[in-house]
T-cell receptor
């Protein structure tokens, strides 16, 4: 599976957009980009995922560059409850011999939203 | 719908003791996973299961065993606890390998 690179920490003012970057320059054609977050001491929570098109759901938007080597998770109106560690994960495809959807977690980005 | 539940929440073990961490899900998911998370680090996969009766090793399986006799339950067994197994353990499940994983609240284990 492709490795990802994220900044160790970021902060954001409450009510502003939080833009979390992720580099995945070795991503292959059938690998998806997933985002999870982990609020202190809790289990990780799924946010969003995508293959090559931009995606949006009720929690966030995911922007993937055309070459797929990087992506940005956007929280449009950050709140104090969005303070968490955000993990960008590239998940293997479902081809024969794949890793059966395993998620490889790095250290993520600690996002702090301040009032 | 409780999702993924884990028991106990906390546990302290002495070196050499054994215990079973319980995990259950009520979403009828085929896939279940056990991860451990050391302080300041990401999660590492210990074992996973693709259905009842089928399990396989992840990145860090040494010192652990699992079984999957039913779709709902996926217990993790520590036979001879060691200080290196002090960690937070998370169980997760997903409908299939291509779907998002749902995580339990975790079990904080200390081995002294």
């Amino acid at each position: 599976d492709a490795k990802t690179t994220q900044p160790p920490s970021m902060d954001c003012a409450e009510g502003r957009a939080a833009n979390l970057p992720c580099n995945h320059s070795t991503i292959s054609g059938n690998e998806y980009v997933y985002w999870y977050r982990q609020i202190h001491s809790q289990g990780p929570q799924y946010i969003i995922h995508g293959l090559k098109n931009n995606e949006t759901n009720e929690m966030a938007s995911l922007i993937i560059t055309e070459d797929r080597k990087s992506s940005t998770l956007i929280l449009p109106h950050a709140t104090l409850r969005d303070t968490a560690v955000y993990y960008c994960i590239v998940r293997g495809g479902l081809d024969r011999g794949s890793t059966l959807g395993r998620l490889y977690f790095g250290r993520g980005t600690q996002l702090t939203v301040w009032p | 719908n409780a999702g993924v539940t884990q028991t106990p929440k906390f546990r302290i073990l002495k070196i050499g003791q054994s215990m079973t961490l319980q995990c259950a899900q009520d979403m009828n998911h085929n896939y279940m996973y056990w991860y451990r998370q050391d302080p300041g680090m990401g999660l590492k996969l210990i074992y996973y299961s693709v259905g009842a009766g089928i399990t396989d090793k992840g990145e860090v399986p040494n010192g652990y065993n699992v079984s999957r006799s039913t779709t709902e339950d996926f217990p993790l067994r520590l036979e001879l606890a060691a200080p290196s197994q002090t960690s937070v353990y998370f169980c997760a499940s997903s409908r299939d390998s291509g779907y998002e994983q749902y995580f339990g609240p975790g079990t904080r284990l200390t081995v002294t």
